[in-house]
């Protein structure tokens, strides 16, 4: 069965400085798509970055990148020029299996506190 | 734009009753998905669908039945509750499972007393 795992349950980073969220997964299907989430203390889900199994070049989306070692199966989180109002807890996902009928799962996530 | 709205966001149960959390999501996304959150648990999945009269397990399916007559809605029931049921609910639709991200509703939070 798929499996997502996130080892720092919580971590500290100086504000301005980046930080890297941890995801391996596991998983025997050659296709599958990876999912970062963002939860503020207000309770929403907000989606950050999407990387396919496929894609060749790493995700990015804005202060968001995903390093993607496929051999590895790992899809850590880097959060660069970290800011106050990312203190959050930020979860990792995963939908294996290009042919559909497959639930996204999640880990159990790391819960970020940016120090000013 | 609504979006994937949960009804209700809040409710107390007392042990043995029943309810039925709604979904709706005007996406017309196929699947949809509901998930239990709880303390250092992150969100397990309970059922999903992969699209209108059809349901699946998830990872916690038991306690729980889902119904989806409609694609845009995605029903949770709680039979008989139970206080190990305590938790807060998230539903999620997405157009495809793999390469499309998923959009969340706000949440319910169910305390059984």
């Known amino acids: 069965a798929q499996k997502i795992t996130q080892t720092q349950p919580g971590m500290f980073v100086q504000e301005k400085e980046a930080v890297t969220l941890d995801c391996t997964y596991d998983t025997s299907d050659p296709s599958y798509g990876l999912f970062w989430y963002k939860q503020p203390s207000s309770g929403e889900m907000i989606f950050l970055i999407y990387q396919g199994s496929y894609d060749q070049q790493n995700a990015t989306e804005g202060r968001y990148s995903l390093n993607f070692q496929k051999a590895r199966k790992s899809a850590n989180l880097v959060i660069s020029a970290s800011q106050l109002g990312d203190s959050a807890m930020y979860f990792c996902a995963m939908t294996p299996a290009l042919s559909g009928n497959t639930p996204l799962v999640f880990g159990k996530g790391t819960r970020l506190s940016v120090i000013a | 734009n609504a979006g994937v709205t949960q009804t209700p966001k809040f409710r107390v149960l007392k042990t043995g009753q029943s309810m039925t959390l709604l979904c709706a999501q005007d996406?017309?996304?196929?699947?949809m998905y509901w998930y239990r959150q709880d303390p250092g648990m992150g969100l397990r999945l309970i059922h999903y669908s992969v699209g209108e009269g059809t349901t699946a397990k998830g990872e916690v399916p038991d306690g729980y039945n889902v119904s989806r007559l409609k694609k845009q809605n995605f029903l949770l029931g709680l039979e008989s509750a139970a206080p190990s049921q305590t938790s807060v609910y998230f539903c999620a639709s997405s157009y495809y499972s793999v390469n499309t991200e998923a959009f969340f509703g706000q949440g319910t939070r169910l305390t059984v007393v």
């Open positions: 996406m017309n996304h196929e699947y």
